[in-house]
């Protein structure tokens, strides 16, 4: 059963003109922020990841005026270019409570938009 759905788009020039040290280490964990540096066009790879933790709170129906932080939701991406989630902290209670199974996500870019879209699923 589908719990939640949420999406979020992301202007990359925005965004970009933003990014600093830390403004990442405030929305994304070591090893995001050690993946998405070995891309080329790293900001749209930060982008993406930003997205995917905006759609999660959106799916889940909270964000962080609930205790919900952008570094307690991890984007994973498995070498076969899957991308999924990983809750920690406060995300992860809330998600339980909620009784979370599964989380699937998506997430494009073009040269100037970010986009994600995450489904929650649980019994």
Not at 13 to 24: C, H, M, P, S, V
Request: with cysteine.
């Amino acid at each position: 059963m589908i719990i939640g759905l949420g999406i979020d788009i992301v202007d990359l020039t925005g965004f970009k003109d933003r990014l600093n040290d830390d403004l990442l280490a405030e929305l994304f964990l070591p090893g995001e922020i050690e993946y998405c540096r070995t891309q080329v066009r790293s900001w749209e790879n930060f982008a993406g990841r930003f997205a995917a933790k905006e759609a999660a709170f959106k799916a889940l129906g909270e964000g962080l005026e609930q205790g919900l932080r952008f570094n307690q939701v991890e984007v994973l991406r498995a070498d076969s270019g899957a991308v999924s989630l990983k809750f920690h902290g406060r995300v992860a209670e809330r998600a339980a409570d909620k009784g979370v199974l599964n989380t699937f996500v998506s997430i494009s870019h073009s040269r100037s938009n970010a986009i994600a879209v995450v489904i929650v699923e649980g019994e």
